[in-house]
T-cell receptor, first 113, second 113 residues
Framework: DGGITQSPKYLFRKEGQNVTLSCEQN?????MYWYRQDPGQGLRLIYY???????QKGDIAEGYSVSREKKESFPLTVTSAQKNPTAFYLC????????????FGPGTRLTVL | DAKTTQPPSMDCAEGRAANLPCNHS???????VYWYRQIHSQGPQYIIH???NNETNEMASLIITEDRKSSTLILPHATLRDTAVYYC??????????????FGAGTRLAVHP
């Protein structure tokens, strides 16, 4: 089945540690996105990538980094510089024929202790 | 991007139609209206989109007013599984390009027996 995989579903880290969230898609989509969601809030864009080896900052990129070495993969690193990293993180992708319909992964809930 | 306004919450009886309104009075001529929904702790799911004509698919109908300043998402026979947060988003579509979707707080729809 085609889709987007995010792992793990739940992640716990100690304060001050960097952590990398995985996002893989087998939909052959060019564009991929990372969002953050806080309780009771909508999604906010962290980073997005329209093509391999290229990515742009979204609205809340500070304290995060990404890479796009392969079309299928768009990992997100939450660094120690991110002041409030505890949140629900969602990865999405979209293809050329999808009229901006974004397909979302199941999300990773990160808790920093 | 045009701003959208949605009621924070709505109720609907199971089996009845759920009509979710959205105001987008500053929408431009090339901007589409998208609807997504998010069931608790899952990734958002695409429902439908439209430009100026009414649209219908297997999930819902989208009614856009003639002046395009508002729209209504209709779930014709709501079920308990339709309980979710529904997001109305306005975004321009550019052929061959990818654009970010701006998610607001949405409408929390509760379907009750």
């Amino acid at each position: 089945d085609g889709g987007i995989t995010q792992s793990p579903k739940y992640l716990f880290r100690k304060e001050g540690q960097n952590v990398t969230l995985s996002c893989e898609q087998n939909l052959n989509h060019d564009a991929m996105y990372w969002y953050r969601q806080d309780p009771g809030q909508g999604l906010r864009l962290i980073y997005y990538s329209q093509i391999v080896n290229d990515f742009q900052k979204g609205d809340i990129a500070e304290g995060y980094s990404v890479s796009r070495e392969k079309k299928e993969s768009f990992p997100l690193t939450v660094t120690s510089a991110q002041k409030n990293p505890t949140a629900f993180y969602l990865c999405a992708s979209t293809g050329r024929d999808s009229y901006n319909e974004q397909f979302f992964g199941p999300g990773t809930r990160l808790t920093v202790l | 991007d045009a701003k959208t306004t949605q009621p924070p919450s709505m109720d609907c009886a199971e089996g009845r139609a759920a009509n979710l309104p959205c105001n987008h009075s500053t929408i431009s001529g090339n901007e589409y209206v998208y609807w997504y929904r998010q069931i608790h702790s899952q990734g958002p799911q695409y429902i439908i989109h439209g430009l100026k004509n009414n649209e219908t698919n297997e999930m819902a109908s989208l009614i856009i007013t003639e002046d395009r300043k508002s729209s209504t998402l209709i779930l014709p026979h709501a079920t308990l599984r339709d309980t979710a947060v529904y997001y109305c988003i306005v975004r321009a579509f550019f052929s061959g390009g990818y654009n970010k979707l701006i998610f607001g707080a949405g409408t929390r729809l509760a379907v009750h027996p």
